[in-house]
């Protein structure tokens, strides 16, 4: 087994997880199995609790686990399906080796982070080995946060068992402050002297800024931390990360960690990065409008495009593939006008949990439906257009989801029935309908023109279904429930008749869409928006 370690030095956002992506996607190219291991310092069992608008999008694995971002990122890159093994938080090691003292597993030891903590570590990284041939392995953070030592107290002492096998890859920070006008190494010094700190000394640096470094810095780097300037790549700033493969490919990157793990490199071929690269590049004649009708993306003076990142790379893959420029517009469900609605050739309202900014969703939906703006609703997003059509065309004046009014007399969505008591148990983590599902889909329907076929698979997350007590009735009034789950009960997809575009999914089409393989209903979507709007 080979390991690569990344860490990250500064400041966070610094760009690990793309790094990752992009050495797994090369290390592919090369017939290599590769795998992915993301360590979260955090307590939390995993990413399901946590405030999207803080720590970004859960992402959600085939086999129904909630996952930090990063997760998105690995599948995006290499193509992946990830599962729980791709994971670690410090919450699930510390839980497991309380649950271990309780069943005396520690034969009457005095249970102390070393060795017990790191050794769960230990333990989880080797059980994730599988039968890859590298595993990469992420440490979430900055190195020098007290909460993260831990795992490069771990990866120290797995070094002393993997040796040659074992590589470390730093991402330095190398800021170029506007008042000086020149590259900074400094910070890249220390972080690397932090890591030293911690008895690890690594093999590569990644040094990520505005601009690629010159040689001269490369020495300063290189002198201050006895990495060889031959192992110092550069990762300056690009205007899509599908750039960063081929930027460390055009390093010879790839072919130095190659020889560092001592494994024969092969002929690689590129070419599906270099026709994703050349359409991300291809100037689009026409441009479209999207707009995000989304409550998680305000912070102060900043959009933070993070809380759906799956799905502002769904649209991006999509646009590319389609050749049409593009624009996403931020809409904030509790603030915007019509105006602001005007102005999109699309509109998505993405899942989404609890009562707040629900009406402006509910009034977006409505302009697309009576406009005939394409409209695409994500789990939240198809509930929602379930009691926008009950209101207004069904006349159910006080339609509802149980989730915004438990007292509704008309609860067009409401809650699951093996959900029903993991609320009343205040058991909410890790306990929705998570995960890949089968979904049945009709023929003759928007939903089997684009999957062109009867079955898919596709991820959920949610503890809410469409009430089926109103299928007849919404029939009755256009609507066509084209995707059902395996047993028929849960409608999965519904659209609408006499419309160009309007389609509501209960899952999350975007987790498994990639830029090499756009999902076929974001590639529809935005057909449809390019078809329908010749004037563009
Ligand atoms: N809050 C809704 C539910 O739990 C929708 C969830 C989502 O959009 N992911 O069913």
């Known amino acids: 087994m080979k390991v690569i370690f990344i ?12 790094s990752a992506g992009s050495i797994g996607l090369l290390l592919k190219k090369h017939s290599l199995k590769v795998s992915f291991l993301k360590c979260d310092p955090y307590i939390n069992l995993d990413a399901g609790t946590m405030n999207p608008i803080v720590h970004g999008e859960v992402f959600v694995t085939d086999d129904g686990y909630e996952i930090d971002m990063d997760g998105g990122h690995y599948e995006r890159f290499i193509g992946i399906t990830l599962s729980k093994d791709n994971s670690i938080t410090t919450g699930q090691v510390y839980s497991q080796v309380i649950k271990n003292e309780r069943n005396l597993k520690y034969d009457g030891e005095c249970v102390e982070v070393i060795p017990h903590i790191r050794d769960e570590i230990v333990r989880r990284i080797e059980d994730s080995y599988g039968n890859n041939d590298i595993l990469i392995i992420e440490i979430g953070g900055t190195v020098g946060e007290y909460q993260n030592d831990i795992y490069y107290e771990a990866e120290r002492f797995l070094k002393q068992k993997l040796l040659d096998d074992l590589i470390h890859i730093h991402v330095g920070y190398l800021p170029i402050p506007k008042s000086l006008g020149e590259m900074k190494t400094k910070p890249t010094q220390q972080s690397v002297m932090l890591l030293n700190q911690r008895g690890i000394f690594p093999d590569i640096i990644i040094g990520r800024s505005e601009f690629s470094i010159d040689l001269v810095r490369k020495k300063k780097i290189s002198i201050a931390t006895n990495v060889s300037d031959n192992n110092i790549f550069s990762n300056p700033d690009v205007d899509t990360i599908y750039k960063v493969p081929k930027l460390f490919y055009d390093q010879k990157f790839d072919k130095r960690i190659l020889d560092l793990l001592k494994i024969k490199p092969s002929d690689i071929d590129f070419s599906d990065w270099e026709e994703l690269i050349k359409n991300i590049d ?3 004649k026409k ?5 995000m009708v989304s409550k998680y993306h305000n912070s102060g003076k900043f959009s933070l495009e993070d809380s759906y990142v799956s799905v502002v790379e769904a649209i991006k893959s999509a646009c ?4 049409i420029g593009f624009k996403i517009k931020w809409i904030d469900s509790e603030s915007f006008t019509e105006n602001d609605l005007s102005e999109c050739n699309g509109i998505i309202v993405p899942g989404g949990f609890g009562k707040r900014g629900i009406e402006g969703k509910i009034k977006a939906i409505k302009y697309a439906r009576e406009n005939k703006v394409p409209y695409l609703g994500l789990c939240l997003g198809m509930q929602l257009a379930a009691i926008e059509f009950a209101q207004d065309v069904c006349k ?19 809650i699951m029935p ?11 983590g890790g306990s929705m309908r998570l995960g890949a599902w089968d979904c049945v889909i009709d023929k003759n329907t928007l939903a089997y023109r684009l999957y062109r076929k009867n079955k898919i698979s596709e991820r959920h997350r949610h503890r809410y279904e469409f009430n089926n007590e109103y299928r007849k009735l919404f029939e009755s009034h256009g609507m066509i429930f084209s995707g059902k789950s395996t047993d028929g009960n849960l409608v999965e997809i519904m659209e609408l008749k006499d419309h160009p575009f309007f389609i509501g999914v209960q899952f999350h089409p975007e987790f498994k869409s990639s830029p090499i393989l756009p999902h076929p209903l974001f ?8 078809s329908s709007n010749g004037s563009i």
């Open 396 to 414: 159910i004046k006080d339609a509802n989801s149980e989730e915004i009014d438990e007292l509704s007399k008309n609860k067009i969505i409401h």
């Open 418 to 428: 093996d959900q029903e008591k993991k609320l009343l148990d205040k058991n909410y």
């Open 282 to 284: 291809t100037k689009p």
């Open 7 to 18: 860490s990250g030095g500064v400041i966070s956002g610094i760009g690990k997880g793309i």
């Open 287 to 291: 441009n479209i409008v999207i707009g």
């Open 523 to 530: 590639l529809e979507f935005i057909s449809v928006i390019i």
């Open 320 to 323: 590319w593939n389609k050749h």
